[in-house]
């Protein structure tokens, strides 16, 4: 009589590792503007994250090279750049960099400004002249913008047409007033941007 053979098992293979996660898209907004104009402000009160920031104390050495007019009580400066983060979704993450206001540190904006999408531009109507540089380099790389006054120190007279004349705006830059220490006003001004970026994208020709 003859044995039977035993059923061979069916062998069993353990899991393999789990497929990583899908990295978040990330955003890159420069945040440029004049010295002491509330660039490093705008960064801290909408960052998710303690803002990494580059201030130093503002020394004998900078007289004369630094220019403090209307901002005579500012006693640091960014030195480097300000860094914060927003997210948005686990599929998005905006990175916000904030430029240096001091024209001795311009050269930092060329390394900024790479792989941004878009920018942010703070004005001072005490101080206009200060944002001419950064609404000039937007525009030169063709980098989509909105631009921000900060009602700050409640000291703005003059009408939004006014300002956006002073400044040479394109019509179609959106110009808000607001007070950048508020996180909701930097909430409206990153909307206001990625609308810009939409409408942009929208007229913008195929091929």
Known sequence: MATPHSATPTPTHPAGPAAPATAPAAVKILIAGGFGV???????SVSEVTPLRTEEYLTRASIGVDDLSGVDQKDTTTV???????T???ELVVYLFGTPGQE?????WNDLVNGAFGGIVIADTRRLDTSFASIDFFESRGIPFVVAINCFHNTNT?????????LDLDPQVPMLL?????RAFGRD???ALVDHLMDLAAVAPVG
């Not at 509330?38 to 801290?44: E, P, Q, R, S």
């Not at 003059?158 to 002073?166: F, K």
């Open 158 to 166: 003059r009408t939004p047409d006014e300002i956006r004349t002073a």
């Open 104 to 108: 001795r540190f311009w050269f930092m």
């Open 80 to 86: 480097a750049l300000d860094f914060g983060r927003i």
């Open 88 to 90: 948005v979704s686990p």
């Open 178 to 182: 607001g007070d950048v220490r508020e």
């Open 38 to 44: 509330g660039k490093t402000t705008l960064v801290g």
């Open 189 to 191: 001004l990153l909307l």
